[in-house]
Nanobody
Framework: QVQLVESGGGLVQAGGSLRLSCAAS????????MAWFRQAPGKEREFVAA????????YYADSVKGRFIISRDNAKNTVSLQMNSLKPEDTAVYYC?????????????????WGQGTQVTVSS
């Protein structure tokens, strides 16, 4: 059974920072592409960032490029999202996702496994 558990969400003022983490278990973590998505109230789930199996390749949504950094630690089976210069429009539930296919997909259909999400709220 694959399990992805997010942590690190919370309430932060605009301009602040948060670091999200996702702990994976139940499969060979180093063989999965990992990604973060987010979903704001009343909106569809959208891509945020993805990272390749070894961490050598990353890809970001334009809305977070230059502010967010995705990283992974295959020894600890974790993937992280460092979020800086947060804006109120970053408010959403953030989801960790994993997929065994070796590609940096940006659509939800590109990921087989999902976590339950962690809430991030940015106040103005």
């Amino acid at each position: 059974q694959v399990q992805l558990v997010e942590s690190g969400g919370g309430l932060v003022q605009a301009g602040g920072s948060l670091r999200l983490s996702c702990a994976a278990s139940g499969r060979a973590f180093s063989t999965d592409t990992m990604a973060w998505f987010r979903q704001a109230p009343g909106k569809e789930r959208e891509f945020v960032a993805a990272i390749s199996r070894t961490g050598s390749s990353t890809y970001y949504a334009d809305s977070v490029k230059g502010r967010f950094i995705i990283s992974r630690d295959n020894a600890k089976n974790t993937v992280s999202l460092q979020m800086n210069s947060l804006k109120p429009e970053d408010t959403a539930v953030y989801y960790c996702a994993a997929d065994p296919r070796n590609r940096l997909a940006t659509m939800t259909s590109g990921y087989l496994y999902w976590g339950q999400g962690t809430q991030v709220t940015v106040s103005s």
